[in-house]
């Protein structure tokens, strides 16, 4: 198992990156090959120390992709950019598994060029894990494709249900709709057409529409929906997180209690609910659709996030999520053609 | 000033809005006629007492339009639904506005059909104010209209803006068109057709994209979406802040704080938290773009926030929103038609 890390193009690269590629490869006994500028690495890597036992390796990239460049033209020109160099270890065999932390649009680009996709998914989706009140619900597309047509969000939901199954260990995961209402008969032009079309699949547990507050609650596992409400969702998901924990603190400050003894006995309780929220705990986001392993990560990933991605990198292969998806999408081929002529 | 109220059609009708209407207009001296069963509103005035001295009156209205019917065919044919009498008592010059908490799509027929657009207005929208780190968003279109054309989020921009400024009583509230990203070149066809048009309005103060995560952060005051988005952003932030409330609960608990004295010392804090959060303190939304003052409540409403949806009706009317707006799409005339031939 060898996982390429993209050790540049994030806000805390090299650093962070190759701090979690330290802590990755000594917790899951993977082999991990960074990527990009040998130099900075390497500094990065001798600063850290006690690393040589490790199983990591340096692959030396000259460019890097930055969050202004048109991903795709760049992912074209730049042969040597560290998420090019990386993604092409994986096509030609080298390495099992991406893991990147760069631009998005990048990464994606990236990947369509390096990995191609799997046969009859036409958009690769990014399937973002978010914390619920009882565990965690997959929400894809969360970015890679904001026009979506109905039969690309059906792609979608075969491709978030193996997922779920494989990744985060649940049998039958209920697949919802994102809609304004509960009832067929609710939603815009394309979730009206799209519903039928999820009805008919024979590989995923279709719970029918679900709304925006059931993915808090925890009642789907796989929410599907276009790249732009996911995005939306995504950060508004975090922006309110962040904003009621800023609250509370202030509430407790106001409040006049915040005496050494309640400070005690109640920050214990925000660290464990702070915890629950924090997006690193999940690890990255895999983009599912393309002939690979891909793994995506928050722009301001620190090491612990790195970390997780690398585990998830390593157990998405290790599970064949890849063939897996290749043959429920082969299997559903009438309806995720919908549209087609 | 003379708010026709729909007593019926909510799921604590006719009780709390009944006491709600009580509150109101003991507090805000205004008028109020109570539209609905005459019987059952008539038991819970009684039983509520002290209502006789206020000017309180009741209009009888045999039918309510349910949940499961089509909202456009029941309020054509429901001549005698409360929703639809009360619009007609503000239509005849009766009242001044009506309030609402009914089925959304019933109170936008009957609205449309008795009160009609005010003219350049092709589709009203639904104005939610959302509580923020700093004060309150208004959130629009929050779902009367799910598949949207970039001209009809040039028009909820501008009525959105005038809400603020009236309402909010912010002085040049900032306008987003909610994206994926802060650049202009972001988001899928809808959102890159409707920058252009937004930057050249002249009534608006016009901040550019703004993302999920900028709505509780509190860096925009009036945030434009199609009612697809906006009603999935509505009831993620009502379902993730309920889940975060219970989440806090939980971990104290579980932390084995729970003793008479932190339960003490906390309590209050969070019940701060929660009335920051709750959608009650903010009372109704309006419907923009209808010629006249509409508010909507959620169906779930309870007497404080028919109360505070009542205040909002005097000071919509109070403040001539109605005719605010009409200026301004008159004076914009050239950008809220854009695509027309």
Known sequence: MKVAVDAMGSDYAPEE????????ASEYQCEIVLVGDEIQIKKVLDKAGQWKHLNISVQHASETIEMHEHPGAAARKKKDASIVVATRLVKEGL???????????????????????????????????????????????????????????????????????????????????????????????????????????????FIGNVEGRDIPKGTVDVVVCDGFVGNVVLKLGEGLSSAI???????????????????????????????????????????????GCFIICHGSSKAKAIKNAIRVATEFTQNNVVEHISENIAQEGVVTNAGDE
Do not use: W
Not at 17 to 24: E, F, P, R, S
Not at 139 to 166: E, F, R, T, W
């Open 245 to 291: 924990m800023q609250l509370i603190k202030e509430s407790i400050k106001s409040s006049g209690i915040l005496t050494k003894m309640a400070s005690l006995m109640v920050l214990p309780a925000l660290k464990g609910l702070k915890r629950k929220l924090d997006y690193a705990e999940y690890g990255g986001a895999p983009l599912l659709g393309v002939n």
């Open 95 to 205: 390495c099992d598994a991406v893991v990147s932390a760069g631009s998005t649009g990048a990464a994606v680009a990236a990947a369509l060029f390096g990995l191609g996709r799997i046969p009859g998914v036409e958009r690769p989706t990014i399937a973002t894990p978010i914390p619920n009140l009882t565990g965690t619900t997959i929400l894809l597309d969360s970015g890679a494709n904001v026009d979506c047509k109905p039969k690309h969000l059906v792609q979608s939901a075969i491709m978030g249900s193996i997922y779920a199954q494989y990744i985060l260990d649940i049998k039958t995961p209920r697949v919802g709709l994102l809609n304004i209402g509960e009832e067929e008969t609710k939603g815009n032009e394309q979730a009206l057409a799209t519903y039928p079309l999820l009805k008919q699949l024979q590989t995923i547990n």
């Open 17 to 24: 990156i190759v701090l979690g590629a330290i802590q990755a």
